[in-house]
């Protein structure tokens, strides 16, 4: 087991200078340009490496049972230090950010998005219970916490807040990355982009928010403590968001949406 995990430690130090040494890269999409980070290129590798037909011999055992379970328990940890530094971007914009505070507001409820726009989807595709779990937000930590608690990983439910979670785990980063500045190209203001990146998941917030910086390096920290307001905003205020208002507009939606299917 203490080999594995040295295995591991060795293989992120490596997929991580790997990253670095790729740097920041831009691809060109029609007349936009989209700027990828080392963050995106870390997380490809890391996939490509655990597809089940390249994994053998030693990516075997760092890929082990162990070993991944560390690393889905740990994940909340080692985000920690990257929040306390967001935490420090905020200060020196804490005025800017009290000014405009109840835009942070208002765009909280920009989280009942999932269940507004999704849950019709989820239906129309063809999931049933599934999509109580997988509308009811981004399918981070908090709504597997919640689904998990009301309805277990074991229901329907459950396996559609489990589906989401991993999916947000492989390509959330990835998208967010490419998705912020990509709005930057149809005219949204970055401000409104950086406050938009705090999703309540770390990583997607730092691929969105980075990417932008990137892009606007002159407002680099309005663009950072923008999002890490955000960020922190929704880490507190999500959970009430979700069971007050997301839950019971969701279970409101569903009864009257899957009724009209049957």
């Known amino acids: ?78 985000m920690l230090p990257l929040m306390a530094r967001y935490g420090a971007d905020v200060a020196p914009k804490i005025g800017e950010i009290l000014r405009v505070g109840w835009v942070f507001l208002f765009q909280e409820l920009g989280n009942v998005g999932t269940v507004v726009l999704g849950l019709p989807v989820a239906l129309l595709l063809g999931l049933r219970r599934e999509a109580i779990g997988c509308t009811l937000g981004l399918g981070r930590e908090g709504e597997l916490a919640y689904i998990s608690e009301k309805y277990t990983l074991d229901s329907a439910e459950g ?64 663009i950072l403590s923008y999002a890490a307001a955000s960020q922190l905003l929704t880490s507190f205020l999500g959970t009430y968001t979700m069971v007050f208002i997301a839950a019971p507009l969701q279970s409101f939606m569903y009864k009257h949406l899957a009724k009209e299917k049957k």
């Open 1 to 78: 087991m203490k080999k594995k995990f040295g295995l591991m430690l060795v293989f992120v130090l490596i997929v991580v200078t790997i990253a670095e040494m790729i740097g920041i890269q831009s691809i060109a999409v029609g007349s936009t340009r989209i700027s990828l980070l080392p963050l995106v290129f870390a997380v490809l590798i890391t996939m490509l490496l655990g597809i089940p037909t390249i994994r053998k011999g030693i990516l075997k055992d760092i890929y082990c049972e162990e070993n991944v379970k560390f690393a889905s328990s740990s994940l909340l940890f080692i």
């Open 159 to 222: 396996r559609g807040v489990l589906s989401l979670y991993l999916i947000g785990t492989l390509f959330g980063s990835i998208f967010f990355s490419i998705f912020a500045p990509l709005l930057l190209t149809f005219g949204f203001d970055y401000r409104a982009l950086a406050m938009s990146s705090g999703v309540g998941s770390a990583s997607m917030m730092t691929a969105a928010s980075s990417s932008l910086a990137a892009i606007m390096p002159e407002h680099q920290d309005t």
